[in-house]
């Protein structure tokens, strides 16, 4: 039961020790022992245990990460608040948050182990929920600590925001009070467009951040530098073609900057060379790109254009690897993006010196992420 619910037994002991002999478990047999220290843990997080088991397992499973992937992101995490009971708890009080459900639980119990992360100047790149940057803007998503954590008013709906980028404006935030139309959003985190209320919803709390944590695990999101990429390399709106030894992946979100009125979204484009037999060149240099974009009315447009983000990136055996950010949006008429395809045209070796017929990488149609709206 101890292992199974990730009790810290030295804990546990500890506190049977300062509480004398109405849970004295000295002398005893280990496995009555750790009924005793058992019986003290549930008794001790009353109401909270669920959480606990849930929220420690996500911890324990990032801390191990951490330490290998990004022990930058692992320093950055803030002390724990600790417990004060069920009735007294510091981000409740702070937040004055009187419904109580298992969402809001994970959410207090995430804050026990660790308290967000340090706002030192070093770690205002290295936000837990991802970074990324496009076009010059740089974003990232830092877990706020209980100090820092806020209420927004948006009409009938307040929102709790834990992570914040102090750049872009952009922020997770957990719903805490909605109107019963959208009873089903409580708890709930999102990520909204202040000026637009649109959203995306991203599940219940404990849901979120447990998958979160396993997807990092699982190598879903890159870490380069310090800073995890906040747009996946598999998944929903992501997809990957391989052809001719290259590994092309697309991925794509929406836009939540405040300063846009039209849906904006934002998408990656990674190249690399996985198999350098096969693409039989040392080089390959990309030459133009061509997307047909797809738009609500089922009607489409072709674009064309030479090189990416003014660049004509040469990626090689020595340096297989090229990634670049850019932008889609609906049109002023009007015109609902909701996705793309395409494909990019390489030049074996160089533009100026070719050494073989020029090739195209597909990419297959990618389904944009359009966003719900509050009315």
Known sequence: MLQNNRVNV?????????????????????????????????????????????MRKAFDKLEKWAECNNPVLLQSLGTGLGWMS???????????VVNDSPAMRDFIMAHHFHDGQR????????????????????????WLSSRMLQVIEMGQFRILVFA?????????????????????LMHHVIQLQPRSYRFVDKGLFGDFFTTYIDELVAGHHDVHGEAINM????????????????????????CFDETWTIRVYRYQVTF???????LGFSSVQLESRHW???YSNQEYIH???????????????????????????????????????????MVPGTLAEPEGPRFNLAVPYIELPVPMEII
């Not at 914040?164 to 089903?184: E, F, K």
């Not at 073609?241 to 979100?253: E, K, N, P």
């Not at 690897?321 to 990019?344: A, I, N, T």
Request: charged share 20%; with cysteine; hydrophobic share 35%.
């Open 10 to 54: 030295a804990e546990e002991q500890e506190r049977a020790d300062e509480q004398g002999s109405s849970v004295d478990v000295h002398g005893l047999a280990t496995a009555f022992k750790n009924k005793r220290l058992f019986a003290n843990w549930h008794d001790h997080y009353h109401g909270f245990t669920d959480s606990y088991t849930r």
């Open 86 to 96: 069920g009735l007294s708890i510091p981000v409740r009080e702070l937040l004055e």
């Open 119 to 142: 706002r030192q100047r070093r770690f205002l790149g290295v936000g837990l929920f991802g970074s990324y940057e496009c076009y010059g803007e740089v974003c990232s998503l830092s």
């Open 164 to 184: 914040w980028c102090h750049v872009t404006r952009n922020y997770l935030g957990m719903v805490v009070c909605c109107p019963p139309a959208h009873s089903m």
């Open 231 to 254: 747009m996946p390399n598999c998944g929903p709106h992501t997809v990957t073609s391989v052809m001719h030894g290259i590994r092309t992946t697309v991925s794509a979100m929406f």
């Open 272 to 278: 690399e060379i996985v198999d350098p037999e096969v």
């Open 292 to 294: 047909l974009i797809h």
């Open 303 to 345: 674009t064309n254009g030479a090189g990416v983000v003014g660049e004509f990136p040469l990626i090689s055996v020595d340096e297989p690897y090229y990634r670049y950010c850019s932008r889609v949006q609906d049109e002023p008429e009007g015109l609902m993006v909701v996705g793309f395809e395409g494909h990019f045209t």
